[in-house]
């Protein structure tokens, strides 16, 4: 008979040094779990949060924000299926490191491969597993809170239904330190634990946001725009139009724009002013030149609108943070 995992949303543990335990929220009835595979893998990691440690960490004003619930590592994980009718009442994220597996959910279905990042969403039934000839390697992590919507929006790949997939380089997988998410949670349950597990979690997500904005063509648009706003940030003195640097990554005006403020936040010309800013405060903090002088040598001709730009961006004028006391 096919081996089955354990739903360890089902799973309830208590700790002998808990002093209180709080009622669970409550949550529609589960069905019975399937039977688990005995032995496990070995060199597997497996930490699943105690259910009372996970309820009264919604009342932390920075765990409820991220939470990591569960996470493992799960090497040559032959055999390895988990089935859930419902979906589970977290997120969860896969990463395969190595070998193969497969994830099911409504009418998709998709085959996992090394690099693979894939997120499952919580509430959605979901089936996955490993390759039979080529068990999967994989790191998971099962978490909620309230800015995990955020993430998903960030990251795209992430918000689609019913599952998100995206592949990545493996040699960047393995060097997000995934593994520190879980061994975190092995040396305990305290808020410093549970919060530095979360910190991991958004390191890992970020470095994804960071590397993996698009696949294919839209990743080298990406890395192209990248490319220009990098070049802004080193030459903030270069006169240059909306059209050239659009042309530099051979895209749209309209693209281009959506895909820079997408990767610094601001709109290319913002940027190229607020660069030229940070250029006139270092001028402002090394010297005493007159606040024409740091205006014309910031890349300014008209004295005036570099104090209107200095102001609306640092909230000060050229001449108060001067004054100002720093450090």
């Given at each position: ?19 209180c335990l709080l ?5 529609r009835p589960s ?221 749209s005006v309209p ?73």
């Open positions: 008979m096919e081996a089955i995992m354990i739903n360890m949303d089902d799973l309830l543990f208590f700790t002998p040094s808990l002093h009622p669970m929220p409550s949550r069905p019975p779990p399937r039977a688990a595979r005995p032995e496990g893998f070995s060199g597997q990691h497996l930490v699943v949060l105690p259910a009372p440690i996970r309820a009264a960490s919604q009342a932390h004003a920075l765990l409820r924000n991220l939470l990591v619930t569960d996470a493992g590592y799960f090497p040559t994980a032959s055999g390895h299926r988990v089935e859930r009718a419902r979906g589970s009442a977290t997120h969860l994220v896969i990463f395969c490191l190595r070998g193969a597996g497969w994830a099911r959910s409504g009418d998709r279905s998709a085959a996992i491969a090394p690099g693979d990042a894939l997120w499952l969403p919580a509430d959605t039934p979901h089936a996955y597993g490993a390759d039979g000839d080529d068990p999967w390697t994989i790191v998971w992590v099962h978490f909620q809170g309230s800015e995990v919507a955020g993430w998903r929006e960030e990251l795209a790949w992430a918000n689609r239904m019913p599952f998100g997939l995206r592949h990545f380089s493996p040699d960047l997988l393995g060097s997000l330190g995934l593994d520190r998410i879980y061994a975190r949670l092995e040396r305990g349950y305290g808020t410093p634990d549970l919060l530095s597990a979360g910190v991991q979690l958004r390191s890992v997500l970020s470095a994804l946001l960071d590397a993996g904005l698009s696949a294919g063509a839209a990743h080298s648009a990406a890395e192209r725009t990248a490319a220009v706003r990098d070049s802004l940030a080193g030459d903030p003195l270069r006169s240059v139009r909306l059209e050239e640097l659009a042309t530099r990554a051979g895209l693209h281009f724009c959506a895909l820079f403020r997408r990767l610094s936040g601001y709109a290319p010309i913002d940027f190229l002013i607020r660069q030229r800013i940070r250029l006139a405060c270092r001028l402002l903090d090394s010297g005493d030149a007159p606040i024409a002088e740091v205006a014309t040598r910031s890349g300014f001709d008209d004295p005036y609108y570099f104090s209107r730009c200095f102001r609306r961006i640092m909230g000060a004028s050229p001449r108060d943070y001067r004054r100002a006391v720093k450090g």
